[in-house]
C-alpha cells in the first residue's frame, strides 16, 4: 500500500513540475539575452511578483505624464518574450495558450487583460 | 527559483535600481534634452494646431484621414456600420448659405483646454495631459460613452468589435472610446503628428501655442483665426483660419 501512495504522490508531484516549463516559452529574444549570459531583470523573482505593479505604475506615467522610458513598458515585455513560430518567420501571440504569458496566467487561473487593446506580437516590422 | 521576496531583498533592490538610474542619469544629461521622454510633461507648452481652410485642399484632406488611418490602424472594422465606424479625423464640408461658398476643413479632436469630455467622464477616463493634449485612459474607460454624448464636435468613436493587430504605439480594444491622440506618441519624441506631415502644403501647421518663435504661434498673431463653436468657451487647440 505504501508504495503505491509513493508512486503516486511522485506522478503528481512531477505532474506539477512538468506543468511549470517555461523554458522553451521564454520568447526568443529573452531566450538569446540568457544564452549569452546577459541578464536583464535584476531580480527576476521580483518582476515574477511584482510585474502587475510595475506595469500598472508604468502605463499611468506614460499615458498621463508622457514618460516613455524603455523600462517596465508592455511592448518591452512583448517584444522580448514572444516566440517565433517554428515554420514561418511570425511570432506566436504573447497570450496565445502555451505562451509566455499565458504558460503561468492559465495555471493560477488569471485572466490577463492587457491583450484585448494591446499588441500580441512585437512591433511591425521587427523580425 | 524562489519566489518570495521579502522586504528585505525588496529594498536592497529597489536601492540598486535607483542607483543606477542616477549613475545613468549623470551620463546622459545631454541627450535628455533632445529626448525629455524622461520626464514628465509640463504646462510650459500647449499643443496646437493650424488650419488654413483656403489653402487645404479636398485631396489634402483625404491624405489626412487615409495618414491617421494608417497612423493608428483604425477603419478597417468590419462589424461596425454607419455611426458605429471609427473617425478620427473627418472631411466636413461647411456652405454660407447666402453666399454658396463651401469650405472643407478636417475635424478632429479639438484638444480643447476644458473639455466638455473631462467634464461628464465618471471614472477619470478621459483626461487631459499637463500640455493640453486630451486622451482616453482605456485602462479606465467603461466605454459609457458620456463623452461621446458630451463632445461638440463629435469627435470620439467607440469600438464596438474585437480587434487584433494593433499598432505597438496605439492600443485599441473593443467597449473603449477613442479619438485623435495628436499622435501623442510622435510628439513626444519630437515629430509632427502624421495628419500634419501628410500635407504638402502650409495649409496645416503644428507647433507649441506657447512658445513665441514657434511657426504656429506667429502665423496666429499674424491672421485671422477662429475656433470652432467658440462660443462655447472651450479655448480649442486646434484653430481654423479662411473660415
Not at chain 1, 506615467?61 to 518591452?76: D, N, P
Not at chain 2, 467634464?119 to 458620456?146: F, Q, W
Request: charged share 25%; hydrophobic share 30%.
Amino acid at each position: 500500500m505504501n508504495r503505491w501512495m509513493v508512486l503516486l504522490l511522485s506522478l503528481m508531484v512531477t505532474s506539477v513540475f512538468a506543468h511549470g516549463h517555461s523554458e522553451h516559452t521564454l520568447g526568443t529574444e529573452a531566450d538569446s539575452i540568457k544564452s549569452s549570459d546577459k541578464t536583464y531583470h535584476q531580480s527576476i523573482s521580483m518582476i515574477r511578483k511584482m510585474h502587475p505593479e510595475f506595469l500598472n505604475h508604468k502605463r499611468d506615467k506614460t499615458l498621463r505624464q508622457g514618460v516613455r522610458t524603455e523600462e517596465y513598458s508592455l511592448s518591452g515585455c512583448v517584444t522580448c518574450h514572444a516566440s517565433k513560430k517554428d515554420q514561418s518567420n511570425d511570432y506566436h501571440a504573447i497570450d496565445a495558450s502555451e505562451q509566455f504569458c499565458s504558460d503561468c496566467h492559465q495555471k493560477v487561473a488569471v485572466t490577463v487583460d492587457c491583450f484585448s487593446c494591446h499588441r500580441t506580437t512585437p512591433a511591425e516590422g521587427v523580425k | 527559483m524562489d519566489n518570495t521576496i521579502n522586504r528585505r531583498d525588496f529594498i536592497k533592490a529597489t536601492t540598486a535600481t535607483t542607483a543606477g538610474v542616477a549613475t545613468l542619469g549623470a551620463g546622459i544629461t545631454l541627450t535628455t534634452y533632445v529626448n525629455a521622454n524622461e520626464n514628465p510633461v509640463t504646462n510650459e507648452k500647449r499643443w496646437g494646431m493650424l488650419v488654413d481652410t483656403n489653402q487645404l485642399t479636398e485631396s489634402d484632406i483625404d491624405g489626412m484621414v487615409s495618414a491617421c488611418q494608417k497612423e493608428h490602424g483604425w477603419g478597417d472594422e468590419i462589424h461596425s456600420t454607419g455611426d458605429q465606424k471609427a473617425g478620427w479625423i473627418k472631411k466636413v464640408k461647411v456652405k454660407d448659405t447666402a453666399t454658396q461658398r463651401i469650405s472643407n476643413l478636417a475635424l478632429m479632436c479639438q484638444h480643447c483646454d476644458e473639455p466638455p469630455c473631462v467634464d461628464v467622464c465618471p471614472t477619470n477616463a478621459s483626461m487631459k495631459r499637463e500640455d493640453g493634449i486630451v486622451l482616453v485612459d482605456k485602462h479606465l474607460c467603461i466605454g459609457c460613452r458620456y463623452c461621446m454624448m458630451a463632445c461638440p464636435y463629435d469627435a470620439r468613436s467607440f469600438v464596438h468589435e474585437d480587434l487584433t493587430d494593433q499598432k505597438e504605439h496605439m492600443p485599441r480594444g473593443k467597449g473603449t472610446v477613442e479619438s485623435c491622440t495628436m499622435c501623442v506618441h510622435k510628439v513626444d519624441k519630437g515629430e509632427q503628428p502624421a495628419c500634419v506631415s501628410s500635407v504638402k502644403s502650409d495649409a496645416v501647421i503644428f507647433g507649441d501655442l506657447y512658445d513665441a518663435t514657434s511657426k504656429i504661434n506667429q502665423t496666429l498673431k499674424k491672421v485671422q483665426s477662429t475656433q470652432i463653436r467658440a462660443d462655447l468657451n472651450l479655448n480649442t487647440g486646434v484653430r481654423y483660419s479662411g473660415i
